[in-house]
């Protein structure tokens, strides 16, 4: 077949590996615990489930394909128009819709951090696209560097705070002085797929009303702290007009009828949310103390996982903690040799993974 050499060239995203696939190949029997795509360990809340068990029997029904009950509740509840809204089969889908609809030019070129994100890089990949990629600075963006490599051609930059995989955030005077630097023609992507995470602690400063700028998207996500990832269900917030546009080339339907059920439950729930984000702040601390009595330097966290560096080979780790049935992430393929990034899950599976650890250390 004839294929153009960017989709040659392309690797496919690779998530953590599932459990049932781990018992396949391992044989394993046991318990085995998932701490490698940051998911929510408390799982759905229940009124979310409950929404998916009452509307399972229409699913013969195409959805609405404005998801204008779920665009009513979520624009009231942050504040925004709902013409300022839109929802995408994920975040994943709402990055092709921002390629597709702001990066058509072939000079047109992509600025971002890396390690960040590996989806900005992959769709940009496959729509053939300029990318520009610097390394981090201190496991964060460097704002300066990016800021010197701004030119006439640069026409989206993605900012993702926090950061994936290293959790570290972008300061808003950042954001802004990133904002300040470019043209209207030049979008500015503000990545927040782990916002309620990050906005309990402390030093997390709000960016939602940056939407309201001409050249400037808000992403955020279910798949995170609301537990929906099985659902694909992501939104974005900006100005009217780049709604607008998104919406044009939009397909039909994009978010199943049941995602937006169980969304629209979700919301409300807030109390799912709060004791989400405690366990999630409980296991943090847990975990960066064991880190601490193990010898184990790791990065601060704004999200709901940890990057840390066990000073030896990270795939080798990875694949000795698969055997005892603990599945985690190793971040060898992001140029992080020596260092996995974990999911905080519940109190048990966070001892488990640690027992797990520290069994691993003491024979590799």
């Known amino acids: 077949m004839r ?36 998911e929510n360990p408390l799982g759905p809340s229940k009124k979310a489930v409950e929404a998916i068990k009452n509307i399972a029997g229409s699913v013969n029904l195409y959805p609405d394909g404005d998801s204008f009950y779920l665009k009513e509740k979520l624009a009231e509840k942050l504040g925004v128009s ?10 994943d889908e709402l990055l092709e819709l921002i390629y597709r609809t702001f990066a058509t030019d072939p000079k047109d070129e992509i600025l971002y951090c890396y390690p960040t994100f590996v989806e ?11 990318l520009v990629e ?57 990545d927040e797929a782990y916002y309620e995470y990050a906005i309990a602690e402390d030093d997390y400063e709000e960016l939602l009303d940056l939407h309201k700028k001409v050249n400037v998207i808000i992403l955020r996500t279910f798949s995170k702290a609301y537990g929906l990832a ?28 049941v995602a937006q059920n169980a969304a629209l439950a979700a919301l409300d729930d807030e109390e799912h949310i709060r004791k989400s984000v405690e366990t999630n702040k409980k296991g943090k601390a847990y975990l960066y103390r064991e ?24 795939n080798v780790i990875y694949e000795e903690l698969l055997k005892r049935g ?35 250390l003491n024979v590799v």
């Open 3 to 38: 294929v153009a050499e960017y989709i040659k060239n392309l690797k496919p995203y690779e998530g953590g590996k599932p459990i049932e696939e781990l018992r396949r190949e391992l044989g394993i029997e046991g318990k085995i615990i998932k701490l490698a795509s940051n």
């Open 82 to 91: 709902r013409d300022n809204v839109i929802f995408g089969n994920g975040s």
């Open 120 to 130: 900005y890089k992959i769709i940009g990949m496959s729509f053939g696209k300029r």
């Open 134 to 190: 610097l390394p981090l600075e201190d496991f964060s963006y460097d704002i300066d560097a990016l800021i010197d490599h701004i030119n006439e051609n640069t026409r989206i930059i993605f900012l993702n705070t926090p950061n994936n995989p290293t959790g570290t955030i972008i300061k808003r005077k950042d954001i802004e002085k990133v904002i300040d630097s470019v043209s209207k023609d030049t979008l500015v992507v503000i």
């Open 230 to 257: 099985g659902l694909r269900i992501g939104y974005g917030i900006a100005n009217e007009e780049i709604i607008n546009y998104l919406n044009r080339v939009r397909p039909p339907f994009n978010v199943n009828i």
């Open 291 to 314: 880190f601490e009595r193990l010898g184990l330097k790791y990065v601060k966290t704004y999200a709901n996982f940890i990057l840390f560096d066990v000073g030896k080979d990270a």
């Open 326 to 360: 603990v599945i985690i992430r190793s971040m060898s393929p992001y140029g992080y040799k020596t260092m996995l990034r974990v999911t905080v899950g519940t109190e048990e599976e966070n001892s488990i993974f640690i027992a797990g650890l520290e069994e691993v």
